[in-house]
């Protein structure tokens, strides 16, 4: 089955410097590639998501690339402030239309702090 | 917070005991899914329903049970059987590709299990 692993696991950067977060996934047929945000005591909710079709998303100071020969995608936070400050994990899934998967499987999670 | 509906929030259960936890959703989602959260090991997948009447097993289904008996519901059984059941419990729902390529589970606001 799908195998998401995601690095680092801590992350702690200056305000208004970047962030990387790096994943890589074991199933090769995975076409959906979600990143969500967890707040301190609050659910996961998606910041930005990527099909296998494209290479890379941009979404203000977000944006998500996608290399699909290394099986690898990654989280690339600019300008950092401090309400970033928040645990992402990344995941991935297989979305066929007309099949009937959907099943999302999860990194383990990344802390990242921004300093002010 | 409408949407997917967790209760309750916080749940206390003696060893030896079953407990159920309530996952409700009216966004007419078809897939459901549940998540045992750990610190360092991110959302680990439980059981998962792409439509009524059918569920799979996720990475972690051993000591729990499921039934997706409404498109709305999708409860949570933890049994006596589960050796390690104290943990945040987060039930998600999504569109499968059946119908949309767009798979973005979103989430309830999970509930903690206390094991005493």
């Known amino acids: 089955g799908e195998n998401v692993e995601q690095h680092p696991s801590t992350l702690s950067v200056q305000e208004g410097d970047s962030a990387v977060i790096k994943c890589t996934y074991s199933d090769s047929a995975s076409n959906y590639f979600p990143w969500y945000k967890q707040e301190l005591g609050k659910r996961p909710q998606l910041i930005i998501d990527?099909?296998?079709?494209?290479g890379e998303k941009k979404d203000q100071r977000i944006a998500v690339t996608l290399n699909k020969t290394a099986k690898h995608f990654s989280l690339h936070i600019t300008e950092t402030q401090p309400e970033d400050s928040a645990v992402y994990f990344c995941?991935?899934?297989?979305?066929?239309?007309?099949?009937?998967?959907?099943?999302?499987?999860f990194g383990q999670g990344t802390t990242l702090q921004v300093k002010p | 917070d409408g949407g997917i509906t967790q209760s309750p929030k916080y749940l206390f259960r003696k060893e030896g005991q079953n407990v159920t936890l309530s996952c409700e959703q009216n966004l007419n989602h078809d897939a459901m899914y549940w998540y045992r959260q750990d610190p360092g090991q991110g959302l680990r997948l439980i059981y998962y329903s792409q439509i009524v009447n059918d569920f799979q097993k996720g990475d972690i289904a051993e000591g729990y049970s499921v039934s997706r008996e409404k498109k709305e519901s999708f409860p949570l059984t933890v049994t006596s059987a589960q050796k390690n059941p104290t943990a945040f419990y987060l039930c998600?729902?999504?569109?499968?590709?059946?119908?949309?390529?767009?798979?973005?589970?979103?989430f309830g606001q999970g509930t903690r299990l206390t094991v005493v």
């Open positions: 990527i099909r296998s079709n494209v």
């Open positions: 998600a729902s999504s569109i499968p590709g059946a119908r949309h390529l767009n798979t973005e589970a979103f």
């Open positions: 995941a991935a899934s297989i979305s066929v239309r007309g099949g009937n998967t959907g099943k999302l499987i």
